[in-house]
Every structure is written in C-alpha cells, then in structure tokens.
C-alpha cells in the first residue's frame, strides 16, 4: 500500500511539474507575443502604432531581442520581468523606453546589409537617401543607428522616418534668413526635377536656371528653413541631475557619442524642432503668417528670441516696402487698379532673387554699426534670363523716369489751369478730387519703384493721364499731349524689352477680320493701347469694340 502511495506521489509530481513545464513555456511563448505587451495598458498607443505600421507581421521581440546569443535572450528576458514587476508594484514610467539595436534591422531575413547599398527615393517628398553614407560615418560623435532616422517611439507611427532628423542635421547652424546652405547641399536630397511647369503663362524647367545659369535655388524658394534645432540646457534635467554631467553640456561629439551612437536617444528628446519646406495649413496658423506679398512662396521667418529689454523694430518703422509689396503682387485695389501680378512673381521669385549685391565694393568704415541693405544688381536680369536682357533693368528705370519727369509737369498745368477756371462747386471739386487721384498714382509708380512690375506701372501712368486730361478738358485748360510716352502708350514693351532681345513686335502686317492691316503704321502712329488692353506679360487681347474705333478713321 505504501509502494503505491509512493508511486501515485511520485507520478502527481511528474506531471505536476511537467504541467508546470509546459505553463512556464507556455508562457514565456506567449510573453513574446504582442499580446502580451498590449496587457500593459501604458503601451496600448505604441501597441496600436505597432498595428498600423509595415511591420505588424513582425513581433516585438524579433526587432527588441538582438539576435546576438542566448546569454543576451535572457538579459533581455531579465530586463523584461523587471519591468513586470515595476507594473505590479506601480513603480514604472508612463513613458516606456525600449532599444533596437541595428542587429535586429539587420538580420537575415530583415533588411540585410546588401539591401542598404544604392539609393532609396521618397516619392512623396521628392527625397533620395543613401542608407550606406549614413550608416558607415562618425561625424563629429553622430554615429547614427537604424532608430536615428527610423523613430522607434512615435505615436500613430512606429519605425518609420521621421524627417524632421534630416531636417536637424542637414540645416542646424545652415540656414539665415537670406539663405541656405544644407549639408550636401539642396542637390545631395533632391534629384534636378525634368519635368517644365506653368507659373502664371510662362513655362520654366528647373535645369535651364539651375544647371545652365547656376541660379541658386534660393533665389526662389525662400524661407524654406524654419527654426534654428537648437539643444536648450533645460533639457538636459530631464533625465540628469549632477553637476558633473550637467558641464558637460558644450562638449558636443562626447553627447552624441554617448546619446545617438550609445543610447539611441531620440534627437528632439534634446532638440527644438526644425521645419524644410513649405508650412502645411496646420504651421501657417501656428505661425500666424500674414497674406503679404511673401505668402504664396514663403515662409516668415520666426520672430528671435526676446532678449533682456525687447524692443520691437516696427514701434518706428512703420509699413516699410507696403509700395513695393503692392507693385510687386500687383494687388492695388486700394488704388483702383486691377490685380496686374509681375510676372517674376508669378514666376514665385523672391526678393534676394535681384536684392543680392551687399554693397561689399563701396562699403565704408561705417558699415559695422549701419548694418547692411542688400541693393538690387543690374547683373540680376542677365543671371537668370542671358546676355540678351544685360541693361534692361537701368533702361526700365530711365524710362519710367523719363515719362514721369513729363506727367508731372502735365500734372502741374492742369492744377495751374483749375485754378484759373472758371469752374466751381461740384465741377470744381471733382476736378481737383480726379488730379489727386492722378497725383497718388505717379507717386505709387514713383516711390514703389515701378520697375518691379511695368505692367501695373504703365496701368497706373495710363489712368493718371486719363484723369488729368479729363480735369483739363473741364478746366478748359491746354495741357501737353503725353498720349505717346511709352508707358502710356503701351508701346513700352517693343521699344524696351522685344527690340533688344531679338522678338519681331510689332509684325509689319497682321489679318483682322478678313483684312490685311498695316500693323507696325498704326503702332507707331497710335499705340498699342488703342487697340489692345494690356494685362500682363503675353496678355494683350484686342479691345472690345475696336471695329468702332477702326471706323472713325476708316468709315468703310
């Protein structure tokens, strides 16, 4: 009876601890599972990241458990308990943090090395990337890892680029806010578009003005930089708290060394965030950027720091470059013209684009505490457009000069005129409201500097004429016939622009309504705004009814 007693004890043992076994297995086969890192509630959003990312076939351990041996299997699973037991007593933080060591990405099975040689291109963002370069260089302590780039840690993402890293190490200490000088420069990320596009009604391609002009890109895209990713010493009491570590806040390559090449720690666990490109709608309203002329093809530049006594620039300097800014854009409504956008603004160039020449030649021994204004260069025109446009810029400018010159002293006889009319009360005033108008608009054209866009300054000239003609037609008054200066008369664009770089404007003869015209007669004799009403670059569409004006010349 004892025998069997004995032995019955001895079998309930053995299968006490082979059931034993088999929970234990079964439950160290089920601690690697996900499901059983999802138990814990603090990784729920990590576990969800986890399931909408490209690697959810994937279970944690694979890429958490280096494959490096069996003693380092149950280091990890040690470090795993620990953690369990930090939930059960409650000691744990609400911000988990794990490894993934470049072993695990890189595998057998996973992303082999083989795999990481040659180019890696980002389609939506248009990026090419060379895994190898990254990957095989110590620059200054950043030694990267896979986890530099791929964020192991990022809600509603997991293991994915975040491409504010790049952003970090490309520009930091790169950029101003007249230009960019990226790491490889814009050409190492971006391939050279091939594709021409449309801006307003002109055809560019990039490789005409990058690679044949060597235009930078900046001089068109500006501001594409926003925020300097710097390292604020505050941060750093996050997670130390001696005075031994603290100091060693200005040894760069020994932090690096020790928090991106050792730890993996997360750039912008130290870092501000740097932004490159163009703000989506959710920055814009972060930044509160204003509808100026900048708007369309740039980004405001962050106001600096407030330093111990901040002042604000624009107490005293009040609307500054408004003249310009409404030239430019072409949007005077406030001076009854109509939206006439340059087309170089259509065209999204920014103002560095002509405004480079620093005065470096002419500087004096002043110029440390005046600071600096960057002029515009007469050599802009012939950096992007060639040889054929070399003076263009200084003839706009004469010309404008010269026609204004002679409104202004038409402005002058028509004032002089109404006062010696006989005109009063209403006639009287609307006279002299009318050559206020006309005055304001040769002041716009004058202190905006019409040459930033002819096209609304010839359409300003053209109505500030039209009103004092009207005022002395009123007055009676015999003023001088300013119908034929080329910014009135529209003629400006043969005589400054098509003649000297080689188009046939006018043609001898053109076809209208079944007729052979003498084209270049009547241009000459009249002007091109008798007949077409110029809107723009290329937009000179016949006016309405012009067969009526043909007739008062030509009755049959």
């Keep these: 009876m004892l025998r069997k007693l004995k032995a019955g004890g001895i079998t309930y043992i053995a299968?006490?601890?082979?059931?034993?076994?088999?929970?234990?297995?079964?439950?160290?086969?089920?601690?690697?599972?996900?499901?059983?890192?999802?138990?814990?509630?603090?990784?729920?959003?990590?576990?969800?990241?986890?399931?909408?990312?490209?690697?959810?076939?994937?279970?944690?351990?694979?890429?958490?458990?280096?494959p490096s041996g069996a003693g380092t299997i149950l280091w990890k699973k040690?470090?795993?308990?620990?953690?369990?037991?930090?939930?059960?007593?409650?000691?744990?933080?609400?911000?988990?943090?794990?490894?993934?060591?470049?072993?695990?990405?890189?595998?057998?099975?996973?992303?082999?090395?083989?795999?990481?040689?040659?180019?890696?291109?980002?389609?939506?963002?248009?990026?090419?990337?060379?895994?190898?370069?990254?990957?095989?260089?110590?620059?200054?302590?950043?030694?990267?890892?896979?986890?530099?780039?791929?964020?192991?840690?990022?809600?509603?993402?997991?293991?994915?680029?975040?491409?504010?890293?790049?952003?970090?190490?490309?520009?930091?200490?790169?950029?101003?806010?007249?230009?960019?000088?990226?790491?490889?420069?814009?050409?190492?990320?971006?391939?050279?578009?091939?594709?021409s596009f449309k801006l307003g009604n002109m055809t560019y391609n990039h490789k005409e003005f990058v690679s044949q002009r060597k235009v930078a890109c900046t001089d068109c895209h500006l501001n594409t930089v926003r925020g300097a990713g710097n390292a604020p010493k505050e941060r750093c009491v996050d997670c130390h708290n001696t005075h031994e570590t603290l100091e060693r806040f200005s040894d760069v390559t020994a932090l690096h060394k020790s928090h991106v090449a050792g730890r993996g720690i997360g750039c912008f666990r130290c870092h501000n965030e740097l932004h490159h490109g163009f703000a989506d709608k959710e920055e814009q309203e972060v930044l509160s950027i204003r509808k100026s002329t900048f708007s369309i093809f740039s980004i405001s530049t962050p106001p600096r720091q407030a330093q111990a006594a901040p002042f604000e620039c624009a107490h005293c300097h009040q609307d500054k470059h408004n003249g310009q800014e409404e030239m430019y854009t072409g949007q005077a409504s406030v001076l009854g013209l109509p939206d006439m956008p340059s087309p170089m603004f259509a065209a999204r160039v920014a103002c560095i684009g002509c405004h480079y020449d620093d005065g470096t030649t002419r500087a004096g021994p002043d110029r440390e505490f005046k600071g600096v204004n960057f002029k515009p260069s007469e050599r802009a025109c012939v950096k992007c457009h060639g040889a054929k446009f070399e003076g263009l810029w200084d003839a706009t400018k004469k010309a404008l000069a010269a026609d204004l010159s002679q409104l202004d002293a038409k402005l002058a006889a028509a004032r002089s005129g109404l006062e010696q009319s006989g005109l009063a009360g209403a006639e009287r005033g609307s006279a002299r409201k009318g050559l206020d108008r006309a005055a304001r608009l040769q002041r716009f054209v004058r202190d905006a500097h019409g040459e930033h866009?002819?096209?609304?300054?010839?359409?300003?000239?053209?109505?500030?004429?039209?009103?004092?003609?009207?005022?002395?037609?009123?007055?009676?008054?015999a003023l001088p016939d300013t119908s034929g200066l080329p910014m009135v008369s529209g003629s400006y664009c043969a005589t400054l622009c098509h003649e000297k770089v080689g188009v046939k404007v006018p043609p001898e003869t053109v076809r209208h309504s079944g007729k052979i015209m003498p084209h270049k007669m009547h241009s000459d004799m009249m002007g091109c705004v008798s007949c077409h009403e110029i809107g723009g670059h290329k937009k000179v569409p016949l006016l309405r009814g012009v067969e009526s004006k043909c007739r008062e010349c030509h009755p049959q």
């Design 78 to 195: 040690f470090q795993a308990s620990t953690q369990v037991v930090k939930y059960i007593t409650r000691t744990y933080s609400s911000k988990p943090f794990a490894e993934v060591e470049d072993a695990s990405c890189l595998r057998s099975g996973c992303h082999s090395e083989r795999l990481l040689d040659g180019w890696v291109v980002d389609k939506k963002r248009h990026i090419r990337f060379n895994h190898t370069a990254h990957l095989t260089r110590d620059n200054e302590g950043r030694q990267l890892r896979c986890v530099s780039c791929h964020g192991q840690v990022m809600l509603n993402k997991h293991i994915e680029v975040n491409f504010k890293t790049c952003y970090l190490c490309h520009f930091k200490g790169r950029a101003s806010e007249r230009d960019v000088k990226p790491l490889k420069g814009c050409l190492g990320c971006h391939e050279m578009p091939t594709q």
């Design 453 to 477: 866009n002819v096209y609304l300054a010839s359409k300003a000239l053209r109505e500030s004429d039209r009103l004092m003609s009207e005022a002395g037609e009123k007055a009676k008054a």
């Design 15 to 66: 299968v006490g601890a082979l059931i034993f076994l088999v929970s234990m297995g079964g439950m160290v086969h089920y601690s690697e599972s996900p499901g059983f890192c999802n138990s814990c509630h603090i990784m729920g959003p990590y576990f969800e990241a986890w399931k909408a990312s490209k690697h959810n076939k994937v279970a944690c351990v694979e890429c958490h458990y280096p």
